[in-house]
């Protein structure tokens, strides 16, 4: 298991999560509130997000045989697409 944060500077953090769960609603698992959002990717990993009043926290959690690099790409390229006014959105993956 691999787990990767981020903490995304941005003023909309709140917005942002609850559009990207309602996006990836219709395919994984999702629970959401405002405030915060669970994922469930069909690959195993899950993706966590909170938002706070100047940032976003992000927690991506991949199976040991998933593609870490490819998953980081996936939350950050769809949060961007919510972004688009602040796109890109700095992403400074650590390992959790």
């Known amino acids: 298991m691999s787990i ?13 999560l609850q559009q990207l769960a309602k996006h990836w609603s219709h395919k994984m698992a999702v629970v959401v ?11 195993g990993s899950r993706l966590v997000m909170a938002a706070a009043p100047e940032m976003l926290e ?21 949060l961007d697409r919510f972004a688009f006014r602040e796109a890109p959105l700095p992403f400074d993956w650590h390992d959790g």
Do not use: C, K, Q, W
């Not at 990767?4 to 942002?16: E, F, K, L």
């Not at 991949?62 to 870490?68: I, L, M, T």
């Open 33 to 43: 509130t405002p405030d915060e959002a669970t994922i469930d990717f069909p690959n």
């Open 4 to 16: 990767s944060i981020a903490h995304v500077p941005t003023g909309s953090a709140s917005r942002y």
């Open 58 to 78: 992000v927690v991506l959690t991949v199976p040991a045989d998933g593609d870490v690099a490819r998953m980081r790409d996936v939350v950050a390229s769809h």
